[in-house]
Structures are given as structure tokens and as C-alpha cells.
């Protein structure tokens, strides 16, 4: 079997490879087109960021069984046409954890100390001493946006450091943070309004998207910097500028941005005295692509030579009997989780999970797995997958219990989860109809039968006449179709709950309009991935 690796990687990841058997082809730099036309010739591929992982390429490999990337972000490969395909994608989500925080406090001690620029002047000739003087971090206050993996090692370091440590992260229990010596905040304002340094890590999400924007830079201190090593997109950029330029905040600096690569013609940002970037380097140390490389390696070559997955995003570690029998069920508790992260508020605490009728005769385990995966998926991206999403599961204390029972309501087969929040309960059940479409079938107290896939809205409305009309108005003068409705009635309350399945995503402005319409109770936007 031959495997190409596309992108410079580690060297030792390439002799893994050969020791396990495999060719090993070398070949980085790639054209798309000089891609697709060898693609074909391989089982395996392996890369990092630089090479794209098109469906043009997917569709061209006739052989690819599995693709690899050194590394956690798998945005440069398409995932849907990769699994529709049969196509294992693997990544390696934790080997640059430490690299990132280590980077993050390495940006928070150059922009306390001026050292970038102080560099500059020098170089340019100058002794400008005075200009910049600096500051201590010693009995300051670390304000740590997602407190996750990465965030949980730059809070050891800072309290290294002697820093107060304070984090914002609605997805985090407070009993575990607490055992890092973090206090937890409730709101992003008092986070803002607390912290000397702010530090991002989070993913990019519906979630986070420019979460961080005019009204949090003005909560900020005056004299307070701001640092984000996570993604690009979480900051708006733009208003980071003007509280950048207004005097809102003292300094700031980036190591990704919301377009790479970045240059002083699309950042403007770059201009400015008071902010400090790097180009991405938040794994860019030997060690960290050392360990990726080894890792992916390991993974491809266990794959192709046992058929053994690991931290597959897109494929559980199951065998094909077991997959045959409750494939569709693993689709459906991934979407059951997706959705539940996407509706409920608070950190989970607890989930049960009963497996009903015939379901209760199978390996539900690699169900249970999916389920979780699901549940983080929202919030940790890529982060997560089907090997580590039970230990993400533990490591944030969440208690899952499982239970079968012979009785399925009006069903052949049930899964019904009840998840427990800090902010309260939610029960959600599901099925599959035919031989592979999943389905909800209950919301709580609400009765209904939903294919949750796609872009969505989700209604919670009172049952008087009008409402439909009036979303449905709302959503056409806004140029968004609706491919499908499905809506639940709660007797004892006379509220409906709508699903609107529709053709594009729904952006906040227009979720701001459907929640103002008359005798709405509360909207959400979601989106789901096409589990059919």
C-alpha cells in the first residue's frame, strides 16, 4: 500500500510509515491539479494545513482509504464527502497544547514589555529607552477565555508566574475549574471588566463567532491587553482596531486572523504601535510537529495495517458487524447531541442515556460515544472526536449513565437521552425510520417527528393564529427558503415548538427579527450536519 504525504512533515512520521510496511511517496508543494491527477494512485494520504482535501480531489482517489492530518484543524479537508466516500479522516488534537499556551504567555510578556518594538528601534538605529517602558505581570489578573485543555495549561503557567487567574467559559463546570485555582465568571462583562490580560482559547463557532466585539473591548480596562492564539474570527478584528486606536485598551496581539495569510492590505491592524502579531505560530515548534508527525503516522499506519481507528472525526472505532447493526443509531445520538448543545444553556453535568426495544439487545457503546461526540462537537470543533470525546466526557466531570429497557413508546427502536445542566433539564428522544434516517421524536414535553439536518430554526411560539404566517413572511423577505416544517404541540401549556429546516443558514440579525415577531417565545439558529 502507498501513502503520500503532501506537506513538509516531521521526518521521523515518514520512516514510521516505512517501518510498518507501507511506500512511502514524498511530494509537497502540490498544484490542486497535480494533486488530482496522482491522488488515485494511493491508500493513504497524510498532510497538514497547506494541502486542500477537496471533494474534486476525494472524488478523484480511487483508492484513498484514509487522510491524515499532522495536527488538530480540519478545515482544508472536506469531511461529508470524504465520509460519503468511505474515507477515514484522522487528526491529532493534542499535540500541540502546550506549544499554543506556551505561545499565548510568550505574546502577554512581549506586549507587557514592548519587546517587539523595542526591537525594531533598535534595529533602525535608535536607543529610544524611555519609549518603552513596560509593565510587571506579577500580582495582575489573567482573564482566560475557554478554559479547555490549552486554556487549563496557560492558567499553570500564569499562576507560575504569580498572576490571578480568572476564566469565562459557559461549557466549563465551576467544580472543575476550581480545582485548576480558577474562579469561574458568569458573564463576559464581568470577565472583561476583571482582567489585566485577556487570553482566547476557543474555537471558532456559530458560538463565538466575533463574540468578542465593540461592546467587550469598552468593558475592558483601560490599561488592559488583549491576546488570542486560538482562531481567527472569535475577535472582530475591526473592533479591535478602533478600541485600539480610541485608547479603550492598551495594546493587543494576534497569532491567527479571519483572513490568512494576513498582510497590512487586509489588517489594518498591522499599522499600529500597540499590537503586536505573529503569523500563525501557535504549533510551530519542533517538539509540537515532532509529536504530531509521530502521532498521525502511528494512526495511519495501525489503520491501513490492522484497520484499527483512532481519533477518527468521522468514523467510530467499531467493527463492521457491530457498524452494520447500529450504524444508523450512531448517526442518530451524534445528532441528538449536536442538538442538544445547540438549544440548552450551562455546563453539563450529567447525561442518562436508555436504549428502548430491540436497540437494548445490542453493543450500544459506540451509540454512547457518538452521543458525546455530538455533545462537544459545537463547542470544541475539531477537537473532539470518537476516541477522545469519552475522556473529554470525564475530564469535565460529566456523569453519563446508560439503561435498557424492552419498552420503545410507538417505536421499534428508541434512544432517549436526558441531559442535565446547570441551567436546567432536557429530555430528547429519537429513532430511525426505514433502514437509515434518524429522526426526533420528542422535545422535552413536545411530540413530533423532525429530521434535524442542515441549517435550522427552532421556535418556541404560543398557539394562536398567525405565527407561522408571520416566521414565514419574515424568513421570505430575507431570502430564506423553507425546505421543510415540522411543529409540536405541549397540550398543558398551549405552546408550539417549530422546526424549520431551511436552505441557508440563519445570521443573527434575522434570528434578532423572528424573536421580536408577536407571541414568539425564543428562537435558535442551528446547524446541523445531513445525518440521512
Known amino acids: ?94 499535540g500541540n497544547a502546550t506549544t499554543a499556551a506556551e505561545h499565548a504567555i510568550s505574546l502577554m510578556m512581549s506586549l507587557a514589555r514592548n519587546i517587539p518594538q523595542a526591537t525594531a528601534s533598535m534595529k533602525a538605529g535608535k536607543w529610544e529607552k524611555k519609549s518603552f517602558m513596560g509593565r510587571e505581570v506579577t500580582g495582575k489578573t489573567l482573564g482566560i477565555f475557554g478554559i479547555g485543555r490549552i486554556g487549563a495549561i496557560v492558567a499553570n503557567r500564569a499562576q507560575g508566574l504569580r498572576m490571578k487567574v480568572v476564566a469565562y467559559d459557559p461549557h466549563m463546570p465551576k467544580e472543575l475549574v476550581d480545582k485548576l485555582g480558577v474562579e469561574l465568571l458568569d458573564t463576559l462583562e464581568e470577565f472583561a471588566r476583571r482582567s489585566d490580560f485577556i487570553t482566547v482559547h476557543v474555537p471558532l463557532t456559530k458560538e463565538t463567532d466575533k463574540i468578542l466585539s465593540t461592546e467587550f473591548f469598552k468593558n475592558m480596562k483601560k490599561d488592559a491587553m488583549f491576546i488570542d492564539c486560538a482562531r481567527g474570527g472569535v475577535c472582530d478584528e475591526e473592533a479591535l482596531y478602533k478600541a485600539l486606536t480610541d485608547g479603550e485598551i492598551a495594546g493587543a496581539a494576534l497569532d491567527v486572523f479571519a483572513q490568512e495569510p494576513t498582510t497590512a492590505e487586509n489588517c489594518p491592524l498591522l499599522a499600529l504601535d500597540n499590537f503586536i502579531c505573529t503569523p500563525h505560530l501557535g504549533a510551530s515548534t519542533s517538539e509540537a510537529q515532532e509529536n504530531v508527525a509521530l502521532t498521525i503516522a502511528e494512526q495511519v499506519a495501525d489503520y491501513l495495517k490492522t484497520g484499527v481507528v483512532a481519533n477518527a472525526v468521522n468514523v467510530p472505532s467499531v467493527s463492521g458487524d457491530v457498524l452494520a447493526q ?94 442535565k445542566s446547570s441551567e436546567g433539564d432536557n429530555v430528547l428522544m429519537g429513532t430511525v425510520f426505514g433502514k437509515k434516517e434518524p429522526r426526533l421524536v420528542r422535545l422535552n414535553a413536545f411530540r413530533l417527528e423532525a429530521l434535524p439536518a442542515g441549517p435550522m430554526l427552532l421556535v418556541y411560539n404560543k398557539d394562536v393564529p398567525g405565527v407561522i404566517g408571520d416566521l414565514g413572511t419574515t424568513l421570505g423577505k430575507a431570502g430564506v427558503n423553507i425546505s421543510r416544517m415540522t411543529v409540536g404541540r405541549e397540550e398543558a401549556s398551549e405552546q408550539n415548538v417549530i422546526f424549520l429546516n431551511t436552505n441557508i443558514p440563519i445570521s443573527k440579525e434575522l434570528l434578532a427579527e423572528v424573536q421580536a415577531l408577536d407571541y414568539i417565545d425564543g428562537a435558535i439558529a442551528l446547524e446541523m450536519v445531513n445525518y440521512k
Open 1 to 94: 500500500m502507498k501513502v503520500l504525504i503532501s506537506d513538509n512533515l516531521f521526518s521521523a512520521g515518514a520512516q514510521i510509515l516505512r517501518d510498518a510496511g507501507l511506500e512511502v511517496d514524498i511530494n509537497t508543494g502540490l498544484a490542486p491539479e497535480e494533486l488530482k491527477k496522482i491522488i488515485g494512485n494511493y491508500d493513504g494520504l497524510v498532510i497538514r494545513s497547506a494541502t486542500k482535501v477537496t471533494a474534486e480531489i476525494i472524488a478523484a482517489a480511487e483508492k484513498l482509504r484514509v487522510v491524515g492530518r499532522a495536527g488538530i484543524g480540519l478545515d482544508n479537508v472536506d469531511i461529508p464527502a470524504a465520509s460519503q466516500k468511505g474515507i477515514v479522516v484522522m487528526n491529532a488534537p493534542d
Open 326 to 419: 447500529v450504524g444508523p443509531y450512531i448517526n442518530l445520538g451524534e445528532m441528538l447531541g449536536s442538538l442538544h448543545m445547540q438549544m440548552a444553556k450551562g455546563s453539563v453535568q450529567d447525561v442518562s442515556i436508555e436504549y428502548g426495544g430491540e436497540l437494548a439487545d445490542l453493543n450500544t457503546s459506540p451509540i454512547t460515544v457518538a452521543f458525546l461526540k455530538g455533545l462537544f462537537t459545537p463547542i470544541l470543533q475539531e477537537a473532539v472526536n470518537y476516541v477522545n470525546a469519552p475522556v473529554i466526557a470525564r475530564e469535565r466531570g460529566i456523569k453519563v449513565v446508560e439503561s435498557r429497557t424492552e419498552q420503545s413508546d410507538d417505536f421499534t427502536n428508541t434512544l432517549t437521552v436526558r441531559v
